[in-house]
Structures are given as structure tokens and as C-alpha cells.
């Protein structure tokens, strides 16, 4: 029982102090024999869970997290980045306007940055995204050994293009005049 809430206390402390988890869905959306992928994402932690939005236009992707599925949500240290503690979770998708729902909006809406429609966000996340709920569905997950780096996924909020032809002429006309 000591070691059950030890892990809870864990969990929650870690979560609430980490402004990005990694998760990884049980995929039951993916095609058969294909894992779903492991990914940052900002959240927040409210009410024992943590409260995620995504899948719509200019949103997070939450691939591979279904309702009522599972998934293994890792936490970083906050100071030094590396793994702190790793925890199984419930997916639970509320309805939109349910009062589990508006708790986790109102929660998310205050740590969203750069929105594109500042007040009227709740009303596209009803729209066109995913509101949902980890939550902890049992002690802590064994930290894995080693290295897990991976290639970055594909996205296309890409910075890679070549630069324009006339900057270097810029930069070093502005190092001249000082």
C-alpha cells in the first residue's frame, strides 16, 4: 500500500513539473503488426490525469491514443532532461461540453502559447480536435537501459530551406556599420 502511493505521489509530482511527456498509445487505430509512435507532447496535469488536445489543424498528433486504450506515458526531470519515471495510463476521450471536458479545456487554454484564436480556442478544439484524459491506470513502468534516440518523426513544420540569396549580403552589411 506505502509503495502504491509512494508511486502515485511519484507520478503526479514528476507530471505536474514537466512542461512535455512522451507517449506512446496502444495504437489499436494503427494497422495490424504496426506500433504506434513514442511522442513529446505538452500537457497539463489536472484533476489526477493528464490533459492533452490534438488532431486537428495546427495541433499536436496524438496517434495512436484511442479511448479506452492504453498507453505509457514517460516524464522527464525537469533540471536535467533524462528519464525520471515511466507510468501506465487509460486513455479516456470526454464528450465536448461534458464537465470533464470544460475542466480540461479551461486547464489547457491557459498553457496553450501562440494560438491563432485566442478566445475562441475551445470552440475549434469542440470542432475539429481531441480532447483527452491519461490517467493513471497502475504503479510505475521499469525505465528501459540504454539509449532510446530515434530519428525525428516526419512532420512538415520543417525550418530546412536554404536561405535566401541576398542575407549573407545583409548580415554582413549590418557587422560593417559597427
Avoid: F, Y
Wanted: one cysteine or more; hydrophobic letters at 35%; a positive charge.
Amino acid at each position: 500500500m506505502t509503495e502504491q502511493l509512494l508511486d502515485q505521489a511519484l507520478i503526479e509530482e514528476a507530471t505536474k513539473k514537466s512542461g512535455l511527456i512522451w507517449v506512446r498509445g496502444s495504437g489499436a487505430s494503427l494497422p495490424e503488426g504496426q506500433e504506434a509512435p513514442t511522442r513529446a507532447l505538452w500537457h497539463v496535469w489536472h484533476d489526477g490525469a493528464v490533459c492533452l488536445v490534438g488532431d486537428g489543424p495546427g495541433e499536436q498528433p496524438l496517434t495512436g491514443l484511442v479511448d479506452g486504450g492504453d498507453a505509457v506515458v514517460t516524464v522527464r526531470s525537469k533540471d536535467k532532461g533524462g528519464r525520471l519515471v515511466s507510468w501506465s495510463a487509460k486513455v479516456v476521450e470526454p464528450n465536448p461540453a461534458s464537465p470533464e471536458w470544460e475542466a480540461a479545456v479551461a486547464e489547457l487554454k491557459g498553457k496553450r502559447l501562440n494560438a491563432p484564436d485566442g478566445e475562441a480556442m475551445p470552440e475549434r478544439w469542440a470542432r475539429e480536435c481531441r480532447v483527452l484524459r491519461l490517467e493513471p491506470s497502475g504503479g510505475t513502468v521499469a525505465l528501459p537501459d540504454g539509449s532510446l534516440a530515434e530519428r525525428p518523426l516526419p512532420t512538415p513544420a520543417t525550418t530546412r530551406q536554404p536561405i535566401p540569396a541576398g542575407l549573407p549580403r545583409l548580415l554582413l552589411k549590418k557587422r560593417k556599420r559597427r
